[in-house]
């Protein structure tokens, strides 16, 4: 999907996807210290500020941080909102470390994919590339098996992840892409 944004502003749009990184990475660190409530709660607080940020964007017409929403967003709850909707629901449904992996995911599958349709993406495979499902399948597969050396577990959440990053066109892919890595991950935890 060609981006509504120029090339600059959606780059430094997708340097925005390390804060999922970040988040996966600190719930992952929080949980062991503070507990599966804990880390929902600040979850709970975050999405809170989002919904406030699109509120004072989209009804009161905020400028702030415009150039970074694309014009599909303009009217309506931008990805990250979307994103962190997501991330809430399968921290409240799934095992929490399967919760951690799976915004690990939506973060670095994201991001790397979206750089690599930017600049060598050509071959079109579902809705976006190739070349970026590749990538982003490869980069969130490596980050999670050096987290998870679970094979069984990271590879399927990967794949699914990126496969729906790659099916999603009009829909936000960043509130799918969690839910459906997350919902993988747990029925592979459950099986096996």
């Not at 990126?162 to 839910?179: H, K, P, S, Y």
Request: hydrophobic residues 60%.
């Amino acid at each position: 999907m060609k981006s509504s944004l120029p090339k600059k502003e959606e780059l430094t749009r997708k340097l925005l996807h390390f804060l999922w990184i970040f988040l996966a990475l600190g719930a992952w660190w929080a949980l062991s210290r503070y507990g599966k409530g804990m880390v929902l709660f600040f979850l709970v607080e975050a999405l809170g500020a989002l919904l406030l940020f699109d509120f004072v964007r989209v009804e009161w017409k905020w400028p702030w941080l415009q150039g970074l929403i694309r014009k599909e967003e303009r009217g309506m709850f931008c990805g990250a909102t979307t994103g962190m909707l997501g991330v809430v629901l399968v921290f409240a449904l799934v095992n929490p470390f399967i919760a951690c992996l799976a915004t690990l995911f939506m973060g670095i599958g994201d991001l790397t994919a979206g750089w690599v349709r930017l600049y060598v993406g050509k071959n079109i495979f579902l809705k976006k590339t190739w070349e970026d499902f590749l990538v982003g399948f490869i980069a969130s597969s490596a980050l999670g098996l050096l987290l998870a050396p679970l094979p069984l577990l990271v590879i399927p959440m990967a794949l699914i992840a990126q496969l729906v990053e790659n099916a999603m066109g009009t829909l936000d892919d960043n509130v799918f892409m969690v839910l459906s890595a997350a919902l993988v991950g747990q029925l592979v935890f459950v099986l096996v």
